[in-house]
């Protein structure tokens, strides 16, 4: 059986971690299926956007397998934490725009994952958090990092040091959610919020992702620069003459991603 599953639909990759007997956790293997799926993905021009679940009914994933871990040596852990901070940052990193649709319970690094993503969308009776320090160790796939900068370092703090596990709508207050949703329109949801995004030009969509990431760790003066260089690259292309026209005719643009 597949460890990780990869569906293309309208432009719209879904990407399913497919352990449901383990609660979507992340062993080697998993990691190893995940790179693979997101490399492909990276540079496929039909992808437009790319959704990130778990498979069954409970878990979006609840990160490390620690069944797993409890027969890895030493070197082996060290070799899945190297792993698991590669793929998310891949994830980080893709050009397109990501959602997690949070379908159940996100701990530890399975809402690592969905922190990587740009957009994270939760079922309503999902739980999640970053409780590694109920375990006597630390988020270690970037949640220390990401976190304080999605929602600032004193709502960081209190949640990773009390390893404080969060319903659907105390995450959305602490900033963490695009949004909630009922659990059987979560994907549905999740694909509309996607077209949304698919509307407008693909190549603008990554340029103004790649613009703001890289904006967000500089100076303002270099932020500007940076976004003057993203903005240029939508110059010449054929999507933006195609606005244009599509503007004068009274009609919706039809984006090619050219």
Partial sequence: ???????IQNHIAVI?????????????????????????????????????????????SVG?????????????VKRNLNKINEVFSDIDLLPQPTVAAI??????????????CDF??????AVMGLTETSLGI?????????????????????????????????ANQYGLLTRIVERSGLLSECVAFCSQLLANGPIALQQAKFAIKNGM?????????????????????????EALKAFSEKRKPNFKGK
């Fill in 120 to 125: 994270r969308i939760a079922a309503d009776d």
């Fill in 64 to 76: 490390a397998d620690l069944k797993e871990r409890k027969h890895l040596t030493e070197e082996q």
């Fill in 138 to 170: 630390i988020p270690g796939a970037g949640g220390t990092q990401r976190l304080p900068r999605l929602i600032g370092q004193a709502k960081a703090l209190e949640l990773i040091l009390t390893a404080k596990r969060l319903t659907a709508y105390e």
């Fill in 103 to 116: 379908n159940g319970f996100a701990f530890g690094g399975g809402m690592e994952l969905a922190l990587a």
């Fill in 1 to 7: 059986m597949a460890q990780v599953l990869l569906e």
């Fill in 217 to 241: 760790n500089a100076d303002l003066y270099t932020g500007l620069q940076i976004e003057r260089k993203a903005y240029e690259i939508t110059l010449p292309t054929e999507d933006r003459i």
């Fill in 16 to 60: 399913t971690i497919n352990r449901a007997e383990a609660l979507n956790a992340f062993n080697y293997d998993t990691l190893l299926a995940l790179k693979e799926n997101i490399e492909s993905i990276r540079v496929n021009q039909q992808v437009r956007a790319v959704i990130f679940t778990g498979s069954g009914q409970k878990a979006f």
